[in-house]
């Protein structure tokens, strides 16, 4: 619209004057006007737009900044779940050592209690690990894997078959799909001489 308008004027202003003509550049006086009006309005409104432009950058600067101190906070707490729970296991084990500190009058029976309390303190144990989705590693009598398994020594068997684990020293854990730690095993070298 503002090109048309610039396009007439240069065309009236190169036409001679006569009444006709006056009459078109009064109408293109009051164009002028309107256009200086639409054009106010026009920078008005990018003024606005501008104005909520910035306000959604700060808005979102500050999200990323709440984001960001939340993801480090959380990555600070991430383990707090997992000792929680294990916090019950470390009180069994409290229990069964004030259990073994007592002096009883049989160290039978006490050490068949201690005993006890700690094959319970292992199963509550391996429970937790299990709800956090860590796995024992089967080994023993299983093909040697190095991808699951450390060979520490070679030992002959005639009742293991070569490169099979027949005892091992550490087991091995599994988290989700990655090995935590790999098994600790002896691998039979076969029958001896």
């Given at each position: 619209?503002?090109?048309?308008?610039?396009?007439?004027?240069?065309?009236q202003?190169?036409?001679p004057?006569d009444?006709e003509?006056?009459l078109?550049?009064?109408?293109?006086?009051?164009e002028k006007g309107q256009?200086?009006?639409?054009?106010?309005?026009?920078?008005q409104?990018?003024e606005?737009?501008?104005?909520?432009?910035?306000?959604?950058?700060?808005?979102f600067?500050?999200y990323?900044?709440?984001?960001e101190?939340?993801?480090?906070?959380m990555a600070?707490?991430?383990?707090?779940?997992?000792l929680?729970?294990?916090?019950?296991?470390?009180?069994?084990?409290?229990?069964?050592l004030?259990?073994?500190a007592?002096g009883s009058v049989?160290?039978?029976a006490q050490l068949g209690?201690?005993?006890?309390?700690?094959e319970?303190t292992?199963k509550?144990l391996l429970?937790?690990l299990e709800?956090f989705g860590?796995?024992?590693?089967e080994?023993?009598?299983?093909?040697?894997n190095p991808?699951?398994q450390?060979?520490?020594t070679?030992?002959?068997?005639?009742e293991?078959?070569?490169?099979h684990v027949?005892r091992?020293?550490?087991?091995?854990?599994r988290?989700?799909?990655?090995?935590?730690?790999h098994?600790?095993v002896?691998?039979?070298?076969?029958?001896?001489?």
């Open positions: 619209m503002v090109e048309e308008n610039r396009q007439r004027m240069e065309a202003e190169a036409a004057l009444d003509n006056l078109d550049e009064e109408a293109l006086e009051a256009d200086a009006d639409s054009r106010e309005a026009l920078e409104e990018l606005s737009v501008r104005d909520q432009l910035m306000r959604i950058a700060a808005e600067e500050n990323k900044k709440r984001m101190r939340e993801q480090a906070k600070r707490y991430a383990g707090e779940n997992i929680r729970d294990l916090l019950p296991t470390v009180d069994n084990l409290e229990r069964a004030e259990q073994g007592e049989d160290p039978v209690g201690l005993l006890e309390g700690v319970l292992q509550s429970a937790t709800r860590v796995q024992p590693v080994s023993v009598g299983r093909p040697f991808g699951e450390d060979a520490l070679m030992e002959a068997s005639s293991v078959p070569a490169n027949v091992e020293f550490a087991k091995g854990y988290f989700k799909d990655r090995m935590l730690r098994a600790q002896v691998v039979s070298s076969g029958p001896g001489k």
